[in-house]
Nanobody, 117 residues
């Protein structure tokens, strides 16, 4: 099992910045992908960004050029730097990780990000 704990988030004004962090614990060996999803009110959960162990990043089109994901493989942490925030970025953000052989994502508890106009 892998446990994920997010920190950061909160309230920001449009155009501002926030940083999310996530730390994995438990059976963290063989973690492959780490990253972030989000779920806005009334919408389905969607991918924000993922990173493989070699740093290959994948971003949703909506956040490209504004958000940057980074990870520290030695510490099993992943971060999301969010710049130029928009009200439509308001959502609960979830940290995710998958581990070789498990076939599913592990999820954090989620952290609220609210962007006011």
């Amino acid at each position: 099992q892998v446990q994920l704990v997010e920190s950061g988030g909160g309230l920001a004004q449009a155009g501002g910045s926030l940083r999310l962090s996530c730390a994995a614990s438990g059976s963290t060996f063989s973690i492959l992908v780490m990253g972030w999803y989000r779920q806005a009110p009334g919408k389905q959960r969607e991918l924000v960004a993922t990173l493989t162990t070699d740093g290959t990043a994948r971003y949703a089109n909506a956040v490209k050029d504004r958000f940057t994901a980074s990870r520290d493989n030695a510490k099993n942490t992943v971060a999301l730097q969010m710049n130029s925030l928009k009200p439509e970025d308001t959502a609960v953000y979830y940290c995710i990780a998958d581990r070789w052989g498990d076939g599913h994502y592990y999820w954090g508890q989620g952290t609220q990000v609210t962007v006011s106009s």
